[in-house]
C-alpha cells in the first residue's frame, strides 16, 4: 500500500523517519534479563549463607551430642566365668569381674558409674578438673588419679594400687585412701580402714 505524496505521485515522502522498534525491545528485554539475574544472584548468595550457617549449628550439634552422650553399651553384665572391659570419658579403663554390674551414667566433667554388683578395677588417668565417681549403695569411692578396685560382694571393699581414693557416705567424714591402703564396709556398716586417713587428720 502507498500513501499519495503533497503532489500526488504515488511515493513516500523522504522526511518519514523509520523506526527499528524490534531492536528498542531487544534492548529493553536484555536489561530486564539482567537486572533479573542480579537479582536471582543477590537471593542465592543470601540463601548459600543462610544454608551454611544452618549446615554448620547442626553440625556443631551433632558434634556436642557425640562428645557428651553415654556409650551404646552404658550398662555392662557379666556371666560365670566372664570378665569385660571397657574405655570411656578421656582415657578411663574398667575391668569387670564375672557375675557384676555396672552402669555409666556420664562421661561429662564428672564421670559418674554405678557399680551395683560384683567388682570393678579401674585406672583414672591424671587429671585435675575432672572425677570418677563409683556408685555402691554402701558409699561413693572418687579419684582424679590412680588404680583402684571396688567390690560389693561382700559389703563394700575398696582396695588402691596407685594414686589416691577418696570414699564419701552420707553422713560422714570423707576417708582418704593412698597406695596399698584397703576401705572395707560390712552389711552392719561400719568401716575398717587399716593404714587410712581421715580428712583433716
Not at 575432672?130 to 575398696?158: D, M, P
Request: charged share 20%.
Amino acid at each position: 500500500m502507498t500513501t499519495d505524496g503533497p503532489n500526488g505521485s504515488g511515493k513516500r515522502p523522504s522526511n518519514i523517519i523509520r523506526v527499528n522498534w524490534w531492536k528498542g525491545s531487544s534492548h529493553a528485554a536484555a536489561e530486564l534479563n539482567e537486572a533479573a539475574e542480579r537479582r536471582w544472584s543477590r537471593q542465592a548468595w543470601g540463601l548459600g549463607i543462610t544454608a551454611t550457617a544452618a549446615m554448620l549449628v547442626a553440625v556443631g550439634a551433632l558434634v556436642s551430642y557425640e562428645l557428651n552422650r553415654p556409650p551404646a553399651d552404658a550398662v555392662i553384665v557379666t556371666g560365670a566365668n566372664e570378665t569385660r572391659t571397657r574405655i570411656f570419658g578421656d582415657g578411663i579403663h574398667v575391668l569387670l569381674s564375672e557375675l557384676s554390674k555396672l552402669q555409666i551414667d556420664a562421661v561429662d566433667a564428672c564421670c559418674l558409674v554405678h557399680l551395683f554388683a560384683g567388682e570393678a578395677r579401674f585406672s583414672v588417668p591424671e587429671n585435675p578438673t575432672r572425677e570418677l565417681v563409683v556408685a555402691t549403695e554402701f558409699a561413693n569411692a572418687i579419684s582424679n588419679a590412680g588404680k583402684f578396685s571396688v567390690s560389693t560382694q561382700l559389703g563394700l571393699v575398696v582396695q588402691v594400687q596407685e594414686g589416691s581414693v577418696r570414699v564419701a557416705r552420707p553422713g560422714k567424714p570423707p576417708v582418704i585412701l593412698m597406695k596399698g591402703m584397703r576401705y572395707g564396709l560390712g552389711d552392719g556398716m561400719r568401716a575398717a580402714v587399716p593404714g587410712a586417713r581421715r580428712r583433716g587428720t
